[in-house]
């Protein structure tokens, strides 16, 4: 049996840790400066998106940051991931709704595709020569940050399912 992948002794992890934090200043002074200008969008019952990663590949070659979102199938089935996770929390079984990706979640507090990883890895796929990274080894992530108050959290099941960490 191969060992799930160790995120936190990435070496390039402390880099990918700086620069989340970066990101969630952005975000968050995106995020501020929409809503003191009448042009909320809202995330449940906060005014920023609940959480924001950065992830890159095992070299170092691609970046990419994400924000936690509502899933879409339409997203997801550009990149490989739609079908990993049908294949990881569905039996290989399609996951195409709204309330599919709410069913097959391990996370009682939100769906399967929500998270600020899942939307950051997704966007790296899309990277001109990162489409055929194996997410379960070739991709690492920072610490997640909570824009709203800088907070970091651990990665939640789903995500540690999906990425193997
Ligand atoms: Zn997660």
Redesign the pocket.
């Known amino acids: 049996m191969e060992m799930a992948k160790n995120n936190n002794t990435f070496p390039v992890k402390p880099y990918l840790d700086v620069q989340v934090d970066k990101y969630a200043d952005y975000v968050y002074a995106t995020f501020e400066y929409d809503r003191i200008n009448g042009r909320m969008k809202s995330f449940g019952d906060f005014y920023y998106p609940a959480?924001v990663s950065v992830c890159t590949d095992i070299c170092n070659q691609f970046l990419s940051e994400g924000f936690?979102d509502s899933p879409k199938a339409d997203e997801y089935g550009k990149t490989s991931l739609l079908k990993t996770m049908e294949d990881d929390f569905n039996q290989s079984n399609p996951i195409r709704s709204s309330n599919a990706f709410k069913k097959v979640s391990l996370?009682s507090g939100?769906p399967l595709g929500?998270?600020?990883?899942?939307h950051a890895a997704n966007d790296l796929l899309q990277i001109n020569g990162a489409e055929n990274l194996n997410i379960k080894s070739e991709i690492f992530f920072s610490k997640?940050v909570r824009p709203a108050n800088r907070k970091a959290f651990d990665?939640?099941?789903?995500?540690?399912k999906?990425f193997d960490m």
């Open positions: 959480m936690a996370c939100h929500q998270c600020s990883e899942q997640a990665p939640c099941d789903n995500c540690k999906l």
